[in-house]
């Protein structure tokens, strides 16, 4: 029988207390024992952890390590007669490189590796040869989510262990926008750590005119920011508050050249709480569908605003209304099947308990007011109820066996058209009768449907690109006809959450984490141990070059 380099895998088998040395003994003095029969053996047991001189061994993806090397015929994956294969040593520079996407590269046993692959007592390629397999399964499955076609449960075959770096590619986002976020952490980690400007904390609101030394902190940070150039100043003068416009609309906060509360919490933001501000939004890319499409539509929730996007070419965007922080507009991918105009409203049993009873109770002429009908039932025949016949005040949340549905008119809430897509959350695009909201800043006021501010131009455009040959718009009075048009072929829609971007100039912007999601992350983080200051992560950037902080430096899809 040819023989090969064994490896004893009875290592998974060992109690937390046995030494590698002593399983490297066990090796050379059952040399004649296949490899296949010790791995099999060590495999049955797979415990998470055993030591060596202290070193703890934990591994998290035993389970997956036992289909991996069942599928290899229990064969070291890492390591030949010659020693360590090169896949290897490929495998350790990509797990250096993870620090460019704001990854923990310690929870990937990097330092330990780092030794091991050096190191070339048996012993330690036992470990080395648990460790990587680990290592790799385990990043393969985080970047996997993403992914249509893999699960958190999928784990790569044993031909993409030879070329680790390439399998791993292939799962991380191909938009634009990630690589140009992972630069710019890159570049936030080298500049600088802030220069202990002083925090600002309001009296009350400043204005242009105003005379104050809080003016003369605003200043330094709007020159650290890179938007003031100008002296040091207790006068709020015309200059300083051109600057911070600036500095506001990069913010995505009002443009008005006032210092209130919400601009000077982001005038407070540090350069950690921005760099872990960019790490939360490369997780979320991380977890978006890897690819939207050619043509498809975009709603960025944090910023209120909507792109559609045909054939690659960006063809319109718009001011949206979103979720209140107490109702949030979900994240979720799907597709615009339909586009409904002059739709009438079936009000969502929670909205029609919590908003619309208590409004009823109060003026029971609401109902005639705003064209809703009252009927007995969900069932589209369900018998209509004259409301006067109804006590309201005897309804409540518990107790309301009622469906209301508004008409189709000037006053429907969904206005004069809505965009259809299959999600789990019941919400979609739509129009709105109250258009002065788009006039505020902050566009919080939906119940987590999104309402749109050029709805027909978007309803145009779909009909026009992706609609039939038949498709005609029909708009008219309040007793207009609702027309119901199922798309040739169906547009992805994509609500997603991001409050950091490079814009088209280059310009690094951020945005209020309007629901938390950012601060809710960064908890996560701290909990599954991937938080690391901007000083341990620069630690970790500086420690060589990689391969992927060269990508994340260079690269542009």
């Known amino acids: 029988m040819a023989r090969h380099f064994t490896l004893s895998l009875l290592v998974l088998g060992l109690s937390a207390t046995t030494a590698f040395s002593a399983v490297a003994t066990q090796a050379a003095e059952k040399d004649s024992i296949a490899f296949g029969d010790l791995l099999v053996r060590g495999l049955q047991q797979a415990p998470t952890q055993a030591s060596e001189a202290g070193q703890t061994l934990a591994l998290s993806q035993s389970e997956a390590l036992k289909h991996v090397y069942a599928k290899a015929g229990h064969a070291a994956l890492w390591t030949d007669a010659?020693?360590?294969?090169?896949?290897?040593?490929?495998l350790l520079r990509y797990l250096g490189g993870l620090t460019a996407h704001g990854i923990n590269r310690d929870l990937y046993h990097y330092e330990r590796l780092q030794n091991l692959l050096r190191a070339p007592a048996a012993e330690h390629r036992v470990e080395a040869e648990f460790r990587l397999s680990d290592a790799f399964i385990r990043l393969y499955r985080e970047f996997g989510q993403s992914d249509a076609s893999q699960t958190k449960t999928d784990i790569p075959s044993p031909t993409q262990f030879l070329k680790p770096a390439q399998a791993l590619d292939a799962l991380l986002p191909l938009h634009p926008q990630y690589w140009a976020l992972s630069r710019a952490l890159v570049e936030q980690l080298q500049q600088s750590q802030d220069a202990g400007v002083e925090a600002l904390h309001l009296p009350r609101i400043l204005r242009e005119g105003d005379e104050a030394p809080q003016i003369q902190i605003l200043a330094n940070k709007l020159r650290a920011s890179g938007d003031y150039l100008g002296p040091d100043t207790r006068h709020f003068s015309a200059e300083l508050s051109h600057a911070l416009k600036a500095f506001q609309k990069k913010r995505g906060l009002g443009v008005d050249g006032t210092l209130g509360p919400m601009t000077a919490a982001e005038l407070n933001a540090n350069q950690d709480s921005r760099i872990q501000q960019l790490i939360s939004n490369l997780e979320r890319w991380r977890s978006a569908p890897r690819q939207f499409g050619d043509s498809h539509i975009a709603v960025n929730i944090a910023a209120q605003e909507l792109r559609y996007v045909h054939e690659g070419e960006l063809v319109t965007q718009m001011k949206v209304i979103v979720g209140?922080?107490?109702?949030?507009?979900?994240?979720?991918?799907?597709?615009?099947?339909?586009?409904?105009?002059n739709?009438?409203?079936?009000?969502?049993?929670?909205?029609?308990?919590?908003?619309?009873l208590p409004l009823i109770q109060k003026d029971p002429g609401y109902i005639d007011r705003h064209g809703f009908t009252v009927r007995e039932g969900w069932h589209p025949d369900a018998a209509q109820v004259d409301p006067s016949s109804i006590d309201w005040a005897q309804l409540n949340a518990d107790n309301f066996p009622y469906v209301l549905r508004q008409k189709p008119g000037a006053n429907n809430a969904l206005g004069v058209v809505k965009f259809l897509f299959p999600n789990p959350y019941s919400v979609y695009l739509h129009d709105t009768p109250n258009h002065q909201l788009f006039q505020r800043n902050l566009r919080l006021f939906s119940s987590g449907c999104v309402r749109l501010s050029e709805p027909m131009e978007l309803a145009g455009y779909l009909l026009r690109h992706h609609g039939k040959s038949t498709d005609t718009i029909e708009l008219g009075s309040a007793d207009a006809r609702t027309q119901s048009h199922i798309l040739a072929s169906p547009v992805p829609v994509h609500l997603q959450y991001w409050t950091s971007w490079v814009d088209e100039e280059g310009e690094l912007a951020f945005l209020p984490d309007i629901y938390g999601k950012d601060a809710a992350s960064m908890r996560q983080r701290g909990e599954s141990g991937q938080l690391l200051s901007a000083n341990e992560l620069l630690a970790r950037l500086d420690s060589g070059s990689t391969t992927l902080l060269a990508q994340a430096s260079t690269v542009q899809p």
């Open 82 to 90: 010659n020693g360590w294969r090169p896949h290897a040593h490929a």
């Open 324 to 341: 209140k922080p107490s109702r949030p507009t979900p994240v979720t991918s799907s597709a615009v099947a339909e586009v409904v105009l």
């Open 343 to 356: 739709p009438d409203w079936t009000v969502p049993y929670r909205i029609a308990v919590k908003d619309k």
